[in-house]
């Protein structure tokens, strides 16, 4: 009889902790991304996993620094859903019905990959698991985290307080169960569903009752130039590059954005990262 808790996950190696800090690369740009975030994860001095889903769309060389930094990398396989639910969930049809109006998301973006969020469910090897999108940064230890309920996840706050009772899926804390997975299949290829905001929608809709963790634990970067006076550097735990990443060549907010971008730069190369409560805070525009 076949264990549900591999089907579609290929573990390499065992964990180490009880705990984990998930992300998932699908392809190059985020293997980047999960780099730099790995590093900022490690630096905090957590003893937990930092575990990386990936989706065979990273090339090996990308995913050879991350083991080498110290990651578990476990493979995982699309979610077994129905070919209509892919077709509506393409990005042709996900950025056409649901189109994002306040920035711009890089072309290397996938919406049908996000659904493979769902696999950490099934990582029941570990107490809780705290997954963070690769376009992120943490800044200072969130192990506290691990002892929140599930689900928790921070408002989707970048442009103004109304956004309070939406969700981001940026970073949410779990309990891996098989019996929650196979819930969540279920509930979500129904017949015509759309996930505007593909896993952000859905589980925001599975948990309706979700446990709000402040904007700190996962703050926005669009927060940086759009409400300045919620941005305090000391407090940030979790730094969230929606939208644009800090690493695209030909980046539309680079002048706006420079020190979030030479953040990430400094960690993704390991050198020069500075002391985070030495930063300076936006300034509100006169």
Not at 172 to 198: C, G, I, N, S, Y
Not at 260 to 274: K, S, T
Request: glycine share 6%.
């Amino acid at each position: 009889m076949s264990d549900p808790a591999n089907e579609g996950v290929h573990r390499s190696v065992d964990a180490k902790y009880p705990f984990a800090f998930v992300t998932l690369v699908t392809n190059n740009d985020y293997a980047m991304g999960a780099l730099a975030l790995a590093r900022s994860i490690f630096l905090t001095g957590t003893p937990a996993d930092v575990v990386v889903l990936h989706t065979g769309g990273a090339p090996e060389e990308g995913l050879k620094h991350l083991a080498d930094l110290g990651c578990r990398l476990i493979g995982v396989d699309h979610l077994p859903l129905s070919e209509a639910f892919n077709e509506r969930h393409a990005r042709k049809n996900i950025h056409g019905e649901a189109p994002f109006t306040k920035g711009r998301k890089p072309g290397f973006h996938t919406p049908l990959d996000n659904f493979c969020k769902l696999r950490l469910w099934q990582l029941v090897e570990y107490h809780a698991a705290v997954f963070i999108d690769a376009d992120a940064l943490v800044l200072k230890n969130i192990d506290k985290l691990f002892f929140y309920p599930e689900f928790s996840a921070a408002p989707n706050v970048y442009e103004s307080l109304t956004d309070f009772h939406r969700m981001n899926s940026g970073v949410f804390v779990a309990r891996p169960d098989v019996e929650t997975f196979a819930a969540m299949l279920a509930a979500l290829d129904q017949p015509e569903a759309f996930w505007k905001r593909t896993d952000q929608t859905f589980l925001q809709e599975f948990f309706p009752d979700w446990h709000g963790l402040p904007v700190f634990m996962n703050m926005l970067q669009y927060v940086w130039f759009n409400m300045p006076e919620l941005w305090n550097w000391s407090d940030i735990g979790v730094l969230h590059y929606q939208y644009e990443k800090p690493w695209e060549d030909d980046h539309p907010r680079a002048v706006e954005l420079k020190p979030l971008i030479d953040l990430w730069w400094a960690y993704f190369d390991g050198d020069g990262i500075p002391d985070i409560a030495t930063l300076e805070n936006p300034t509100k525009p006169a």
